[in-house]
């Protein structure tokens, strides 16, 4: 299993050697949160940042950008001073573990469009991803994404992400 420290300073280090082949294989780098914000793993941070801490994150399947799908699980932050904010330990996910879009968004009611932008929010595509996939414009995005967090309560894609997935990592 892959081992990642997210210092204080919300920055990715490698723990081990296969976080090393992770960062290699998934070019991931430190500064993910800066440096690709729409990354799974920089959404899943700023929602347990945003929520105040690790405390309230189930273990997720997320899919990265290159398609791959990982087991992630959030530690808790480190007792003994600010040496790291928390600890998140990656595993390949099976291929029978893939994250059910359909199931999740089932919960609500979205409009098939509504739905297929969804998918792609859950697989942490970015906006110019999506509208080339389903050939709208960004306008049209911001709509179906403002309508998505309106339906489901959410305030934010990130948070739309988190709670959806954990629902389904929960079993809800």
């Not at 892959?2 to 990715?12: G, S, T």
């Not at 990982?70 to 330990?89: D, F, M, P, Q, T």
Request: glycine share 6%.
């Amino acid at each position: 299993m892959a081992i990642v420290i997210v210092d204080e300073h919300r920055m990715l280090q490698p723990f081990n050697r296969k976080a090393e082949r992770l960062f290699d294989s998934e070019a991931l780098r430190g500064d993910l949160l800066e440096s690709y914000h729409t990354h799974p793993i920089a959404r899943l941070i700023r929602s347990i940042d945003r929520a105040g801490g690790p405390e309230f994150s189930p273990n997720q399947t997320l899919a990265f950008p290159s398609g791959n799908r990982y087991h992630v699980n959030v530690s808790r932050a480190s007792e003994k001073g600010c040496e790291r904010w928390l600890l998140l330990i990656v595993e390949p996910a099976p291929a029978d573990a893939a994250i059910e879009e359909d199931v999740i968004l089932d919960k609500w009611a979205l409009t098939p469009r509504e739905r297929e932008v969804a998918m792609h929010l859950l697989r942490g595509s970015s906006s110019d991803d999506i509208c080339r996939a389903v050939s709208i414009a960004s306008n049209t995005l911001r709509t179906h994404v403002r309508r998505i967090l309106e339906k489901t309560g959410m305030h934010s894609r990130a948070e739309f992400v988190a709670k959806a997935l954990g629902r389904q990592s929960q079993g809800e």
